[in-house]
């Protein structure tokens, strides 16, 4: 079964802290996303990478950052946090080979900047 | 219980009853369809998908309708159980440039 694994479940921080979101995935899968997901709006695509050390904007990328350095790794970015950043951050991984374009999620983190 | 669309965001059913869940997508360059699951405190799963060269497709207890012409998809459920409370959201791809649209999900309650 793959696995994505999100480094906290739950977060609070402060306007203004600099919020790192760590993903990791154990199935050796190319492609790495980062979504944030609110009531109403469905989940909105932030930033994206097809491999390592790329990156891609997403549809909603102002105010955030990403790094990827390594396959199994993709680390969101908050370099100065905002109360509209509150939000639940979804991070999800897909293979490049076999012919699926499904994306396998991990369970979320949600952040809530006071 | 029969879900009338996305602006319609609750659906509530007895259990053993049909659920039916539907997504109006956007962009008629879609060829890709896939229905996710999130229950609660956790990350989306995926259900099913379908092809747009596919009107219907079946798995176990689910089945995907795909309607091009009105650009329309609904995913039953058949014998909903308590286990299918979830937030159900599809999403449409366009696979040659890997864009991918999700919509706001339909909350499902399972009455025992």
């Known amino acids: 079964d793959v696995k994505v694994t999100q480094s906290s479940r739950y977060l609070v921080k402060r306007t203004g802290e600099k919020v790192f979101l760590e993903c990791v995935q154990d199935?050796?899968?190319?492609?790495m996303f980062w979504y944030r997901q609110d009531p109403g709006l469905g989940l909105r695509l932030i930033y994206f990478?097809?491999?390592?050390?790329?990156?891609e904007k997403g549809d909603i990328p102002e105010g955030y950052s990403v790094s990827r350095e390594k396959k199994e790794r993709f680390s969101l970015i908050l370099e100065s946090a905002s109360t509209n950043q509150t939000s639940m951050y979804l991070c999800?991984?897909?293979?490049?080979?076999?012919?699926?374009?499904?994306?396998?999620f991990g369970p979320g983190t949600r952040l809530t900047v006071l | 219980g029969e879900s009338v669309g996305l602006h319609l965001p609750t659906l509530s059913v007895q259990e053993g009853d049909n659920s039916i869940i539907n997504c109006a997508y956007s962009?008629?360059?879609?060829?890709?369809f896939i229905w996710y699951k999130q229950e609660s405190g956790k990350g989306p799963q995926f259900i099913i998908d379908i092809r747009s060269n596919m009107d219907k497709r079946q798995g176990q207890r689910v089945t995907v309708l795909l309607n091009k012409t009105v650009k329309h998809l609904s995913l039953q459920i058949a014998a909903t159980q308590p286990g299918d409370s979830a937030v159900y959201f599809c999403?449409?791809?366009?696979?040659?440039?890997?864009?991918?649209?999700f919509g706001p999900g339909t909350s499902l309650s399972v009455i025992p």
């Open positions: 962009n008629s360059a879609s060829d890709y």
């Open positions: 999800a991984s897909r293979p490049v080979a076999g012919g699926t374009d499904t994306q396998y």
């Open positions: 990478s097809y491999d390592v050390k790329m990156k």
């Open positions: 199935m050796d899968h190319e492609n």
């Open positions: 999403a449409e791809i366009v696979t040659s440039y890997d864009k991918v649209i």
